[in-house]
């Protein structure tokens, strides 16, 4: 009784926006070393393959700290857990802000980021469990509109700071965000909220799951191929096109304006629609930004390339735990926490891959390997929701076939 008169409608309402700026907070960290790698590379004087093994590290950190951390951590209660791990996350950047060398920063950064392995899938778990079943989809998309938010606001903010007043500057701002996501989780979060612990049979029954591995597949090689392209567009621009830091800055804010758009229209039409047709057109829309990606002979030129791709990138991911949320509610918090351990693996392989690229073949030939990743990803999506429909019909027709007679 003590929860349910915790959650009215307002705090639920203030709940929820706090674990927005939360995400919000935790999408700047995770990106800023892309959006200050120019900065970063020059003031450790180090390349910028080797600057970019930062990104693979963090989302390695990421990608088996999410399940690993939700399996020790499942028991404590959501308002004490997410306002310490945004704690965490305030004092790990600003140590960052303050390591010497290449060699104090990665494990300082490696140790940081996995706040962000709790936090983004507690916080959509969270959400969804203070949600009815007909707006659980709404409710997730709404606090992963933080991570689009980011885009929109932090990236290029972060970007222009690096470029004008240093990567240091913008790790201390990212550590005062945290500060304040904490105390706005503390105040707002009601006390009392612990979803299903997870138990080894229900990571089993994910794990044995061929419908629920194949949507998580997805996720891990759409996050690749976007990375690949992602994680080195600070350079890519000030390389190719001779970028300043202003037009960085206006760049990362188109994209991030045109993906808090489509979060916008996939948190207002999902439940409508549905999560797997949703994703896959996401995925096809991405996929034709890579394709047509040797257009762009200028900044406008690529600025328009970038539209279906930047409409789509954030949505597909608020789609992506929607649509697992959906599929298995009972087990949404393992869910969450692997399919956020397969957005920050593919991360590492598009970070990684990218670097590659680069170092053999150049820039310009970054946006073939993130097709190919697309590709893979929007097949795995379609096979998938021709299973999931497959067996909502089978569901279907048992439901309404008639009963024997007894």
């Known amino acids: 009784m003590e929860l349910e008169r915790a959650l009215s409608r307002e705090s639920i309402r203030a709940a929820r926006w706090s674990l927005l700026f939360g995400n919000f907070v935790i999408g700047c960290g995770v990106m800023v070393v892309g959006g200050t790698l120019n900065d970063l590379t020059h003031d450790l004087n180090i390349s910028v393959t080797t600057g970019g093994q930062l990104l693979a590290i963090a989302a390695l950190m ?25 704690v965490w996350y305030a004092v790990g950047h600003l140590l960052c802000a303050l390591a010497p060398s290449y060699p104090w920063l990665w494990p300082a950064r490696a140790l940081t980021v996995l706040s962000a392995a709790v936090f983004t899938p507690q916080a959509a778990a969270t959400a969804g469990f203070m949600s009815t079943p007909a707006k659980r989809g709404q409710a997730i998309t709404f606090v992963f ?3 689009s938010i980011a885009s929109v606001a932090g990236m290029p903010l972060t970007a222009w700071i690096g470029e004008r007043m240093g990567w240091r500057m913008a790790m201390v701002l990212i550590g005062m965000g945290a500060f304040a996501a904490a105390w706005l989780v503390w105040r707002h979060l009601p ?24 949507v998580v597949a997805v996720t891990a090689c759409q996050s690749a191929g976007q990375f690949t392209v992602l994680g ?5 621009y000030k390389q190719v096109f001779g970028a ?14 045109l993906a808090l758009t489509g979060n916008v229209l996939l948190n207002r039409s999902i439940d409508r629609v549905g999560a797997a047709p949703a994703v896959t057109l996401t995925l096809a829309l991405m996929a034709v930004s890579l394709l047509i990606w040797p257009l762009a002979g200028s900044l406008p030129v690529l600025a328009a390339v970038l539209l279906p791709w930047a409409i789509s990138g954030f949505a597909t991911n608020s789609g992506q735990q929607a649509r697992l949320g959906g599929l298995s509610p009972r087990l949404a918090p393992a869910l969450m926490a692997l399919n956020t351990s397969a957005i920050y693996l593919g991360h590492a392989l598009g970070a990684s ?3 590659w690229v680069i170092s053999h073949h150049g820039y310009e030939q970054l946006h073939w390997l993130g097709l190919a990743w697309m590709l893979v990803a929007l097949a795995l999506s379609l096979w998938a929701q ?16 008639p009963q024997p007679m007894r």
């Not at 021709?386 to 076939?401: G, K």
């Open 191 to 214: 006390a009392g909220i612990r979803p299903p612990a997870l138990s080894l049979r229900s990571w089993r029954k994910v794990l044995k799951s061929p419908l629920l591995m194949a």
């Open 145 to 147: 509109m933080g991570w």
């Open 386 to 401: 021709r299973v999931q429909q497959r067996a909502n019909a089978h569901r279907e027709a048992v439901l309404q076939a």
């Open 353 to 355: 891959g990218g670097g």
């Open 62 to 86: 990421m990608g088996f700290g999410a399940p690993l951390l939700a399996w020790l951590i499942g028991h404590i209660d959501r308002r004490t857990l997410l306002a310490w791990t945004m």
């Open 232 to 236: 080195y567009t600070a350079p890519y």
């Open 244 to 257: 300043s830091p202003e037009e960085i800055s206006l760049m990362f804010g188109w994209f991030g304006a």
